[in-house]
């Protein structure tokens, strides 16, 4: 029987004699005064033999999508999106030659396919992240980066108006000096000696900082 017409559970059952019948196979020549060797040397062949006639069971191998559905990061919904956002990043998909995996099963817009995880707004305003590794936490820092970093990617400025208004009592960010972006005072550079800058962490790229606003939270903020 060739060995792609081999059941799963056919593959289970052959594999089984691998462990089994060599081993018997072994103690049955030694019980009749075969040196070890010898006898270990029947058992390997007759495993392989078994092996290269019927194979290794298969194992199961996840798709791409299954993959990626496994490692998304998934926020708590923030926001409620209008009419005229929702309008702008309907437009901004259709214009892409192709829709991913995560936009259609999630209902999702994407904001940046990044060097960092990929990251997504859903319709129920919930920020998603393809965490391959990057150890991504959906904490509001996370968040309103994501957004701010969108608005940049898409081109969108409404995206802007998401993010938390700056109360009375905020002070200016000292890592970005209020701007949103981390620069190291123009020590931050790419490869080609370009000054560059990237979202800052410290206050979720808003520019500004509170004690009222707690951004290693998880839930949303209203001021």
Not at 17 to 36: H, I, K, R
Not at 53 to 78: I, Y
Request: include cysteine; aromatic fraction near 8%.
């Amino acid at each position: 029987m060739p060995a792609a017409q081999v059941s799963k559970n056919d593959r289970i059952a052959i594999y089984a004699l691998l462990v089994l019948v060599g081993p018997t196979v072994a103690f049955v020549l030694y019980l009749q005064g075969v040196p070890g060797f010898a006898s270990f040397a029947a058992f390997a062949i007759v495993d392989a033999l078994l092996y290269i006639r019927f194979g290794r069971p298969k194992r199961h191998q996840p798709t791409k999508d299954q993959l990626v559905a496994s490692r998304l990061v998934v926020s708590e919904p923030f926001f409620e999106l209008s009419r005229d956002l929702l309008r702008e990043l309907h437009a901004l998909r259709s214009a892409r030659q192709q829709r991913d995996r995560v936009e259609s099963d999630r209902d999702a817009f994407l904001l940046d396919p990044g060097l960092g995880p990929s990251t997504y707004l859903t319709r129920d305003g919930r920020v998603l992240w393809d965490d391959d590794g990057w150890g991504v936490e959906p904490t509001r820092a996370s968040v309103y980066m994501a957004i701010s970093v969108g608005a940049r990617k898409t081109g969108i400025d409404r995206l802007t108006d998401l993010l938390p208004k700056r109360p009375e009592n905020a002070a200016d960010c000292g890592d970005c000096s209020g701007t949103g972006r981390f620069s190291a005072h123009g020590q931050l550079v790419d490869v080609d000696g370009k000054a560059v800058s990237i979202a800052c962490t410290k206050c979720g790229s808003l520019g500004w900082t509170s004690r009222h606003l707690d951004l290693s939270l998880r839930t949303p903020w209203s001021a």
